[in-house]
């Protein structure tokens, strides 16, 4: 069974830096398309960032390129979110998302999903 676990949410300041991971249990995590979504209150779940882990092709949401970055580290199995210069309109749940459409930036195309981790920019 798959599992995948965020953390390392928390309340930051305007222009801070956050890491979030996401653990990934019961398969590797380079067998999916994987990516990065988050979810503002009252919005839709979007894309922020997707990775094919074959060819390192990367896509961004226009709100945070040049500002995330996304990375794994197969020892543990699990994969990153660099934020930097981070701001308020960043505020929102994050959670890590598994398909196997690659790069693909429809939430509803992903089969596994976290339970998100909270991130708050305080202005």
């Known amino acids: 069974q798959v599992q995948l676990a965020e953390s390392g949410g928390g309340l930051v300041q305007t222009g801070d830096s956050l890491r979030l991971s996401c653990a990934v249990s019961?398969?590797?995590?380079?067998?999916?398309?994987m990516g990065w979504f988050r979810q503002a209150p009252g919005k839709e779940r979007e894309f922020a960032i997707l990775?094919?882990?074959?060819?390192?092709?990367?896509s961004y949401a226009d709100s945070v390129k040049g500002r995330f970055t996304m990375s794994g580290d197969s020892a543990k199995n699990t994969v990153y979110l660099q934020m930097n210069s981070l701001k308020p309109e960043d505020t929102a749940v994050y959670y890590c998302g598994a398909g196997y459409s690659v790069l693909d930036p429809s939430w509803g195309n992903y089969h596994y999903w976290g339970q998100g981790t909270q991130v708050t920019v305080s202005s």
């Open positions: 990775l094919n882990w074959s060819d390192g092709r990367t």
């Open positions: 019961g398969r590797s995590f380079s067998e999916f398309a």
